[in-house]
């Protein structure tokens, strides 16, 4: 073979090899190298889990209510007065986990309500569930309001919020919870009422007056000591009678020697008005003394207050007897709000929380709305 067929055909060869490596470099080059995939951002959204019940802590309704929605639905409760009423309500919509809220016994005044609608309308629109159960009167463009964003009201002017709570839920509590529902009817003067009234028939009347009066007792004593109230709570909700909780009658007999000495203090410092005899409390708490008040001052209405320092306010408890004719919850609620202050309640009971500086104005302006 000659050199120049010999290179011709070498040539030829190595042409072929080159274009084959070639292309196989293009092949490899153009070939995607597998890659570590970069996770899309997704907004990782909080599981909400908690469940809170805002209860009012001044008296057995309150403290009751907030232990049957525990036993029927677990979570954590926050007891609070009417001053830190929206106070407590702003701190919960910060909560990222909150998936329930129920808010009981906590009776709005024209002071509070458009802000209470407002809050709740953004709970809504972050979908956590609301129920608000009471038995105060409300002003029925409220409730109208609250059901428009899907606000569970259960309201009820007939009978008391514990009762209301065991009514709508009965399904989820067990038969002690009928006892607990028949002590807050005793101690807010509504177990003459339809379904009050059958609660307490079912138990020996004598029984029911004494543990809701011992209850009563250890909750007004200890307004001043949260992890005692909260304590009740939890025990109410284990199914614990009144009685059954250690030391509840020797601070029961505590309290009532406090007001014993409580007439005569009432007999010596009360005055009167046309229509409502009133009183200044220094020592103890005015809802224990307005009864006194009232009584005492052979008048239809009684009205005892005491200064809540840290407030700059007085707080402030009104009570009717069965003569009185005018419905003092919505009375008092328009009045407080003209003066700077907020309130509301029963026909018979309720209460208000005033300025410091406007309170002989308020007793002035309540006597004359008295007939």
Request: glycine residues 6%; charged residues 25%; positive net charge.
């Amino acid at each position: 073979m000659s050199v120049s067929k010999r290179k011709k055909s070498i040539s030829k060869k190595t042409v072929k090899k080159t274009l084959t490596k070639k292309t196989a470099t293009k092949k490899t080059a153009t070939k995607k190298t597998p890659t570590k995939k970069t996770p899309t951002k997704k907004t990782i959204k909080t599981q909400r889990t908690n469940v809170v019940c805002i209860s009012h802590k001044e008296d057995n309704d309150g403290i009751s209510s907030a232990a049957l929605i525990r036993q029927a639905f677990g979570g954590d409760s926050i007891l609070v007065d009417y001053p830190g009423q929206m106070e407590a309500i702003q701190q919960v919509v910060l909560d990222k986990k909150l998936k329930s809220l129920y808010i009981c016994d906590l009776g709005l005044s024209k002071n509070t309500q458009d802000k209470f609608v407002d809050i709740m309308t953004t709970l809504r629109k972050n979908k956590i569930a609301v129920t608000y159960i009471d038995h105060h009167d409300i002003d029925p463009t409220i409730v109208k309001s609250l059901k428009k964003i899907k606000v569970k009201v259960i309201h009820d002017i007939n009978e008391c919020t514990t009762v209301q709570v065991y009514t709508a839920f009965k399904s989820k509590l067990n038969d002690h919870a009928s006892f607990v529902a028949t002590c807050a009817a005793i101690t807010d003067y509504m177990e003459d009422r339809p379904i009050g009234s059958k609660l307490l028939q079912i138990y020996d009347r004598q029984f029911a007056l004494i543990n809701a009066t011992v209850l009563t007792y250890n909750i007004v004593g200890h307004q001043k000591d949260p992890d005692y109230l909260l304590y009740l709570v939890e025990e109410l909700a284990d199914s614990k009678f009144p009685h059954d909780i250690p030391n509840t009658f020797e601070f029961a007999q505590i309290q009532v020697e406090k007001l014993s000495q409580m007439i005569a203090k009432v007999k010596q410092g009360m005055k009167t008005m046309k229509n409502l005899g009133y009183m200044e409390i220094l020592d103890a708490g005015a809802s224990g003394a307005v009864n006194f008040v009232m009584g005492l001052s052979g008048k239809n209405v009684g009205v005892a207050y005491k200064e809540r320092v840290d407030h700059g306010i007085y707080a402030v408890s009104v009570r009717g007897s069965k003569d009185c004719k005018v419905h003092l919850g919505r009375i008092v609620n328009i009045l407080a709000t003209d003066l700077g202050g907020s309130g509301g309640g029963h026909d018979k009971a309720c209460g208000a929380i005033i300025p410091k500086l406007k309170i002989k104005k308020f007793i002035t302006e309540l006597n004359k709305k008295i007939k």
